[in-house]
């Protein structure tokens, strides 16, 4: 298994309940191709978008370390891309250290 880093921007309007299922729909992605979290899961917040997407000015950060497989990546990937609940994102592999 390879380390990686996920980055994703949730739109700033999207209510709790809605941003709690999209979280979770991606750690059951990860979860179901045998990978596991680094460290613990957790946000960044709500900040300020250094350019405007899609007509918004703020977004909601999420920042995730994982190994996984690069089927879970693909997987991923192709989750946030189809979903419209999403400005932003940036799955990279670590480097081996």
Do not use: C
């Not at 949730?10 to 979280?23: G, M, R, S, W």
């Not at 703020?58 to 879970?72: L, S």
Request: proline residues 2%; negative net charge; hydrophobic residues 35%.
């Amino acid at each position: 298994m390879r380390e990686y880093e996920i980055m994703f921007i949730l739109k700033p309007d999207l209510d709790e309940e809605t941003a709690t299922e999209v979280k979770n729909r991606l750690q059951k992605i990860i979860a179901d191709f045998k990978g596991e979290f680094v460290n613990e899961v957790n946000g960044w917040g709500k900040k300020r978008l250094a350019y405007s997407i899609e007509d918004y000015t703020e977004g909601v950060y999420y920042v995730w370390n994982f190994k996984g497989m690069p089927e879970t990546v693909e997987e991923l990937d192709r989750v946030i891309k189809i979903s419209d609940k999403f400005l932003r994102h940036l799955i990279v592999r670590q480097d081996e250290k």
